[in-house]
């Protein structure tokens, strides 16, 4: 596994200063503690640190990092992904609301003819709740984010990859796709399946109990 610039120099810092909290990382490097987010949730993932509340980042080493990163690698999107739930651009914002807390998911994927053309998430339908506006009268359409605009991936792309996705762009859930002819020289996507945060979660209680 490569690591980038920015997570060879966290490590070597942690190395000479642990425990060291996030706050003395980032103005160490410069950066903000956003910033270093992804970065540690990462190095903290695959086993090289180790996060110590009210302590601090400790170093680990890299004996547990190679197990934790050649299982989650083997692991294909297909086979821990689960089924999207999807609603049409037509849908009203109101009934979206309702499906969504019916379904316990963070995300609806939106499709028209079984093509997916976006996503609305907790979020979206917040900033519209609290705007004023009659959720009754506003389909999905009219906020979501749209293609290409959504962050997917293939069946084949390996559980770490999704994980360091939904990471780093702070995103609920990941859409799986299969790729369809173009249309007008447009890339049109299916959606076979999602991986969310739930999803990887229970990937890392099942390589818990592997372990024990």
């Known amino acids: 596994m490569k690591l980038s610039d920015r997570q060879e120099e966290i490590i070597r810092l942690v190395k000479e200063n642990q425990p060291i909290t996030s706050e003395s990382l980032a103005e160490k490097l410069g950066v903000t503690r956003a910033a270093l987010r992804a970065d540690l949730a990462i190095l903290t993932m695959i086993g090289i640190l180790d996060a110590r509340p009210k302590v601090g980042y400790i170093y680990l080493g890299k004996s547990s990092n190679g197990l934790v990163y050649e299982y989650i690698s083997k692991i294909k999107a297909n086979e821990i992904m689960s089924k999207p739930t999807t609603v049409?651009?037509?849908?009203?914002?109101?009934?979206?609301?309702?499906?969504?807390?019916?379904?316990?998911?963070?995300?609806?994927?939106?499709?028209?003819?079984?093509?997916?053309?976006?996503?609305?998430?907790?979020?979206?339908?917040?900033?519209?709740?609290?705007?004023?506006t009659d959720i009754h009268k506003v389909p999905v359409g009219v906020i979501m984010t749209r293609m290409p605009n959504i962050i997917c991936a293939d069946k084949n792309d390996s559980a770490y990859n999704l994980a360091k996705k939904i990471i780093e762009h702070e995103i609920d859930s990941i859409p799986i796709v299969e790729q369809l002819e173009k249309i007008e020289g447009k890339e049109q996507f299916k959606i076979i399946g999602k991986v969310s945060k739930t999803n990887i979660t229970k990937l890392f209680v099942k390589l818990g109990v592997q372990e024990g």
């Open 88 to 132: 049409s651009e037509e849908t009203m914002v109101y009934d979206a609301i309702v499906y969504l807390f019916l379904n316990d998911v963070g995300t609806l994927f939106v499709e028209n003819n079984g093509i997916l053309t976006g996503a609305v998430s907790r979020k979206d339908f917040l900033k519209i709740a609290i705007g004023g």
